[in-house]
């Protein structure tokens, strides 16, 4: 495509972000929805909070804003995050950049309706564009862009078709040698099965590594074992989830397929890596066991050495996050409270008692302590 017809496309599409409705929400249940959408959350502050959770939650395991190796050597001059809603990403994709130096780098935010606020009066170099991701073509020209962010677009983009055609946009506006970064998590929980840290002795020096040791989370590979979550509620929601997401054509765990996708665009996309993080919702017993062997010191421990390690609680920061992380996924159901009702055949009589019946379990009684976790992921490619 020529740059004349791709600056024409581009126009064109801007002028469709411009003149959609003015009203594109719609009540149900008294939360505020996107009309006309596959779409299953509610667009209002209590969801934007917990998507600033969840992007808090994810910076904070990782121990950064952007996960690319590359960005030591090409930090970014120009991103674009992709529904972009809140805009808290791209704040503190900001921030952490500065930290490292690197200043004066534009953000452009991208989504159908404007729910952020003006970043420039935190100081950050912003804009904000209006497009419907069902419309098309991105508004923007071919290499525009040497960084773009997907975030949780697994519940905006309906897999098949649609998905593939937003990728081949994304690479369309991205720079050669520019960086696609996805974040997902899944919405499906599973229980993480005991496997026992590295003695001290014969633990790899990766940073990411000590990152999880010291936020009290576990690096998720292809041989990590996993099995269907032990708690009954967590298990309700699982069922009611994966059908609710199912008929939408919307995948409930996104985690195990963003590798695949990116990895079957050999001609365009290069370098393709991942870091994938489960952080317990809980404390099990497995877990505080094994912090035995992340104790300093011989590996052979008294007898009342094991009785502290196995009494030890987490450190604040550990603890945070874990509560942080089964916050989220409560809050998560609650938005999804509609579309779980109508799957699961309950009027609102029984979902209040069923709702009343979780939130003691998982919050009172700690019933996501048999290893349930979020799963959290970060992927990234480099356009060849």
Known sequence: MSSTSTQSTANQSANEASTQPSNPFVLRYGRRYLRDSTYPLPCDLPELNRQNLRTLLATSVFGKALCSPSI????PRKVLEIAC??????????????????????????????????????????????????????????????????????LVVPLGPPSEHLLDE?????????????????????????????????????????????TGTFLISPITPFAT????????????????????????????????????????????????????LGDPQWDRDGRLDRLPGTRRKSYHQKAKAKAEELNEEQ???????????????????????????????????WWGWMMEDLLEKKGASSGECLEVGAWWARKV
Not at 72 to 75: C, E, N, S
Not at 91 to 107: I, P, Q
């Open 170 to 214: 994304c690479t369309r506006v991205l720079q050669t040698d520019g960086v696609l970064e996805v974040w997902e998590t899944d919405y499906i929980i599973r229980s993480l099965l005991p496997h026992p840290p590295l003695p001290p002795g014969q633990r790899s020096l990766d940073p990411d590594d000590e990152r999880a040791v010291l």
């Open 229 to 280: 979550a032990q708690n009954q509620y967590i298990q309700d929601a699982n069922g009611w989830i994966q059908e609710a997401l199912d008929r939408r054509k919307l995948t409930p765990t996104p985690c195990a397929r963003v590798a695949q996708i990116l990895l079957q665009e050999p001609d365009t996309l290069t370098d393709v890596g991942y870091r994938r993080v489960a952080i317990p």
């Open 72 to 75: 030591a050597q090409r930090p």
């Open 319 to 353: 603890g945070a996050l874990r509560h942080t992380a089964l916050l989220t996924v409560i809050q998560m159901i609650e938005s999804l409270e509609p579309v779980l009702k109508e799957v699961s055949g309950r009027n609102q009589e029984e979902w209040q008692r």
């Open 85 to 154: 809603g809140s805009g808290y990403w791209s704040s503190m994709c900001n921030d952490y950049l500065e930290a490292l130096g690197h200043s004066n780098v534009s953000f452009t935010g991208l989504d159908i309706v404007q729910l952020a606020p003006d970043l420039r009066m935190q100081g950050v170099n912003w804009r904000f564009v209006q497009h419907d991701l069902r419309k098309g073509t991105l508004p923007f020209g071919d290499e525009e862009f040497d960084f773009i962010v997907l975030k949780d677009l697994s």
